[in-house]
């Protein structure tokens, strides 16, 4: 059986570091460079700095190389907005189709995020959200949406981090994620989608918060 996982090749490494912060908003991402840091091939730098181009994380300038793409706080929070109406009508279509296997492997989500709860682990909860949603995305069956939904979280990713650092928000995001899927469940349609609604008006609260403290901490840094 194969152990290496998804994130041991260099663009799941490179995205990892992009979206937690290593790489900021329009630093140049040198392919030597991160080569040499992440010990892999040229090539397959070369290949992910596409692929993250391709996703919205990062800009390639033709001749002047690739660097981080700068997300201004009015699209982050215009992603969020398009976001919710795309995942509330996911989640209602969800609420009809969604199946036996589906259900047991979104239970099976809640629960390690509830464990990732417990152990103060917001990265790995992080994760874990999108994979849940991501679930229903696929229950839903609406590839049109979901590949939108796919590129606006491609956008967005790095805003999620910070906004899983806000105190007591992992414990409120768990109880939100809960309520989808007790809706899921009972295939109700409308408390479906509103359950996504609500969580999702929750994010962007949270958002307006990240950005907001990102402010506040740039007017006391030293001139």
Do not use: C
């Amino acid at each position: 059986m194969k152990t290496m996982g998804p994130r041991s090749d260099a663009y799941h490494k490179l995205r990892e570091a992009i979206v937690s912060g290593q790489y900021h908003p329009n630093e140049r991402l040198v392919e030597a460079s991160i080569a040499q840091r992440m010990g892999a091939g040229r090539t397959a730098v070369r290949a992910a700095l596409v692929r993250l181009d391709q996703e919205g994380l990062v800009e390639i300038e033709r001749n002047r190389g690739a660097r981080v793409r700068l997300i201004s706080d009015r699209e982050a929070l215009e992603i969020e907005e398009v976001r919710a109406a795309l995942e509330g009508m996911l989640a209602r279509r969800a609420a009809v189709r969604v199946t036996a296997e589906d259900l047991r492997a979104l239970r099976q989500v809640i629960s390690e995020m509830r464990e990732r709860v417990g152990a103060g682990d917001s990265i790995g909860y992080s994760e874990l959200n999108a994979t849940f949603h991501q679930r229903i995305w696929t229950a839903a069956d609406h590839p049109t949406a979901s590949h939108l939904l796919g590129s606006l979280k491609s956008q967005g990713i790095r805003f999620q981090y910070q906004t899983a650092l806000r105190p007591g928000r992992a414990q409120r995001s768990l109880r939100e994620h809960e309520a989808i899927f007790g809706a899921l469940k009972a295939h109700d349609e409308d408390g479906a989608e509103t359950a996504m609604r609500e969580h999702l008006a929750e994010v962007l609260d949270t958002l307006r918060w990240a950005i907001d403290s990102q402010h506040r901490a740039a007017r006391w840094l030293p001139g």
